[in-house]
């Protein structure tokens, strides 16, 4: 996997996220406190900045310096990203070098779904950012391609609306969370779409050089 | 935000200083106290930086608006209040702020320092009782940090300051409405209204909703719902004595903030309850909201002497 | 507004009493001090019964929202203020204050108490320089009360306890503007936004319009347009200590009110002037009205020990 | 002049003030405060109480009292009615007894003018109460009835539209009051036409007993 790509991934998901600022803000209203754009916005700058000085580093380096962006931000998204990030920094440097695969995409997203439910101690159906991330994950383990993945986050994303909020927010309030998707899932299942976009490009510019990331 | 942290260090700059842009530390305290370090995200001004100084926090972490201070910030913060016995960190319960204060306690500890973290959940309206964790914490994080600060002050271990806050914490109740402005009445008796006629009870400092939107009604009955909420989860107290405080979120008038005060004392009386301290004013706001929430603490002679020990930060003072 | 007075004497009650149900007193005093009475319209909370206590005024006569109290209610407070040695009374220079405190003090003559009067006027946007007797009492009434209140506390006669309000109104000038809500930032940065975009320069504190409605502009650059205002009005003042007030009208966010403060001293500091005390927070609402004014106090050693002196009241410490 | 004829020009006073309220309000939102009509309504109210007990006073006695009563709600406009008031009832114990006449209503109008002169220090043109009641004494100097000196307090309100506040306000705001009627000048042209009304009224009952009361 090239650092052009991650990079190009990074990108990619930082733009999706600035375009959906004010739809997420929307979403994280109802029974948050409005701001889950703004962060992810602030987020998306930071992890611009933090790729601006374009080095020589290896994708574990550039993995652990936008984690660390990502953690600028604070709130309840910042550790949540960047505890994931991390843990995809740390697997990827586990893993065997060469090209991306299904088996190694699988490994990265399990070790991330692990972080995050670690840190924040929620499991799926708790309508937060893991019921896009694992459905994404269980594709991958049945085999599935990125793009599958991508599309699974976006439908967990989806059925997370009719879920009831018990963390990260108060848990009588429940009950008037239901109605509107999880922000944090929201933004989840379109990092994964924009990923899913950029390495499909690159794959076709490269014709099959390498599969894409996750 | 920045500027006005920087605005903030300048106009009290006798009692306190930036760290870094986003920590504001004490300017003098005694050698070796227990460090005592209080955040979360901006926006609620007077909280937090306000309560630092003799008497209350060492250092406060601040966020952005509606978020919690990314763990860098928090750990400087614990850094600057850090004098070798340890530092406390008092925080509400937000999930963003459980996790960012939480990885700088982990890094902290790695560096040897003894961290203890008291998780403010205060708000009855959050929670069912049997829930009480997930709480958040509101403006009963003022009562919480006000004894905590005390007793690190008094010169108190780690382990009697982290014991305070908890028992603070424990005897600290709070619910809060959404209500408007105080329309000038013709009758020179003011009422709560919302712009749409109805009230927002139990809404967190965030503007998160709450767990009912009723019609408005007038200011007793609001501070009789809040310490009704308030009482049926503190269960059988007896004749305590209690303190009570009074929170304005921001854009709610002094006045409406002593009605609803005298309304909640009345409604605390008339169940035997003896208010023995009081505190009206905005402590912990939500930017400009309109509303306000009632905070009731239950009184051992060990929390009163600390409630009234002295206090000279920017924004309390006692 | 009976019901907010009644709550706020029972939450202030170490403090404060009801001598009547408009007038405010101090629970406890040095016998055969200077009596100082403060007071004015309702609405303007933490004015005017927030400055009854030790180091400040011994009294406040309130009126009805936005109405200088009646002569009868005056005439109670100066009577609870009285211990024989005369009594001041301080209030903003408005027709309704003017005449209803004229009438009460024309009353307590008449029964023999030597009664003075100082009538606050520091609002430069509201008449010239050369009318500067027709201004509006606005933040200023603080600094005088702090002033006059702290030499009444010392035991001053009446003449020198009058002399130092005069003075202290000498020296003081304020200028105020209306503002929106600062939103939450996407950049972080907050400015000042008028719903409709514009602000307006100069209003009071009851809301009357202001001299220039102009479009919206930084808070930098609102903070320098006062203090031009201020400084223009006070002519050349040299390399003088000057003590500056940020006075949030009741819908401000504390936020805003250190950005315009840090603004305000930046332009002091860059015409010479040395910022040496500050003050920043609600000290004379508009009852949630969204604004704020800066307030300039020229400083000698006089004033500045009275304001550094000792002050124990419901809304003001030193 | 029967107690019960001036009862009921206070009363019609009252009604009239009430009515006007939100309209008061509105002048004084212009270039003062707004709450003139709130003022108003206060005081027609403490007016109405104090003469609730009919005991069986002098038109002095009831006079003095509604000063009083005016002078409970503080604001500009109570100690300017109030001394005004108490003028004219000063005066009428130094008229002789008898029916009210003409050259009695002079008397009356100018005592209470030169109080308010007194107590306010403005003058005609200073858009204040003075641009009604001035106006109103004027048209008994040249020997009009009430009916003509109520329409020209009237005359007199409406034309302060285009005058510039200086007294009671900030100076420098003074242009910007310019365009609507001062309130204070608003609410005795009111006081004044319901009471000419009142009086009128009675005159017809009475079919000529006496004539109406300033
Ligand atoms: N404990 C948690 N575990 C996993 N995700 C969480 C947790 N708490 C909150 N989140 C996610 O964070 C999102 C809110 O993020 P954001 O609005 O940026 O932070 P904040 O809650 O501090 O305002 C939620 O929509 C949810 O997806
Ligand atoms: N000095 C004065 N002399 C005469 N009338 C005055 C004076 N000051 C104010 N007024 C009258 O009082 C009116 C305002 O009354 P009101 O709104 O009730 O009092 P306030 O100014 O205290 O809010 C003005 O419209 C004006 O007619
Ligand atoms: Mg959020
Ligand atoms: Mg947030
Ligand atoms: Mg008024
Ligand atoms: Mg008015």
Redesign the interface.
């Known amino acids: 996997m090239s650092s052009q790509l991650l990079r190009a991934c990074v990108v990619a998901a930082a733009d999706a996220v600035e375009a959906a ?1 004010d739809e997420l803000c929307r979403l994280d ?7 889950h754009g ?2 992810m ?2 987020a998306a700058r930071a992890v611009r900045q933090a790729l601006a000085d374009p080095q020589d580093e290896s994708d574990h380096e550039v993995l652990v310096k936008i984690a660390l962006a990502m ?10 990203y960047t505890s994931g990030l991390l843990a995809v920094a740390t697997k990827l440097d586990e893993l065997p070098p060469g090209p991306m695969t299904a088996v190694k995409m699988l490994a990265l997203g399990e070790a991330a779904e692990n972080a995050i439910s670690a ?2 101690h929620a499991k799926p159906g708790d309508k937060t950012i893991l019921d896009a991330l694992h459905p994404a994950v269980e594709a991958l383990r049945r085999g599935q391609d990125l793009a599958a993945a991508a599309k699974a986050a976006r439908a967990g994303a989806e059925a997370s609306a009719e879920m009831v909020a ?8 429940g009950e ?1 969370s239901r109605g509107l998707p999880d922000p944090g899932a929201t933004s989840l299942a379109l990092i994964l779409e924009s990923v899913h976009t950029a390495a499909a490009r690159d794959d076709q510019q490269l014709a099959g050089d390498e599969v894409g990331l996750a | 935000m920045d500027e006005s942290l920087e605005g903030f260090a300048a106009a009290h700059a006798d009692i306190v200083a930036l760290a870094e842009p986003r920590v504001v530390v004490r300017r003098s305290r005694a050698a070796g106290k227990v460090g005592f370090v209080v955040g979360g995200g901006s926006g609620h001004e007077p909280a937090f930086a306000g309560y630092v100084g003799r008497g209350m926090a060492d250092a406060a972490a601040c966020g952005n608006v509606f978020a919690s201070p990314p763990p860098n910030v928090v750990l400087a913060a614990i850094h600057a209040a850090n004098m070798g016995r340890g530092v406390l960190l008092g925080y509400g319960n937000y999930a963003g702020d459980v996790m960012n204060f939480g990885l700088a306690a982990q890094m902290a500890r790695a560096e040897g320092i003894d961290v203890r973290e008291i998780r403010v959940a205060d708000d009855v309206a959050s929670a069912p009782n049997a829930e009480s964790g997930k709480r958040r914490g509101i403006a009963g994080d003022i009562m919480v940090f006000k004894c905590a600060g005390a007793a690190a002050e008094r010169g108190m271990s780690l382990d009697e300051v982290e014991r305070i806050g908890l028992q603070a914490g424990k005897a600290t109740r709070s619910m809060g409405v959404a209500l408007s402005a105080c329309e000038v009445p013709g009758s020179g008796r003011p009422t709560f209204e919302l712009t749409d006629g109805e009230m927002e009870i139990g809404m967190g400092v965030h503007g998160e909703p709450g767990i009912e939107r009723a019609p408005l009604k007038p200011a007793d009955e609001v501070a009789q719902i809040l310490v009704d909420a308030i009482l049926e989860d503190a269960g059988d107290l007896g004749a305590r004595d209690v303190a009570l405080l009074v929170n304005g979120l921001g854009a709610t008038a002094h006045l409406e903030q002593y009605i609803l005060y005298r309304g909640a004392r009345r409604a605390l009386e008339a169940r035997g309850l003896q208010v023995v301290r009081s505190y009206v004013g905005e402590f912990i706001t939500s930017l400009e909201m309109t509303g306000a929430s009632v905070t009731v603490t239950v009184l051992d002679d060990e929390l009163l002497r600390l409630l009234d020990a002295e206090a000279r930060t920017p924004k309390f003072r006692v």
């Open positions: 600022r209203a109802a029974a948050g406190d409005g701001d703004l962060t916005a602030l953690a600028s931000v604070g709130g309840a998204s910042g550790p949540i840190i924040g018990t963390i990260g927010r108060a848990s009588r309030l008037r």
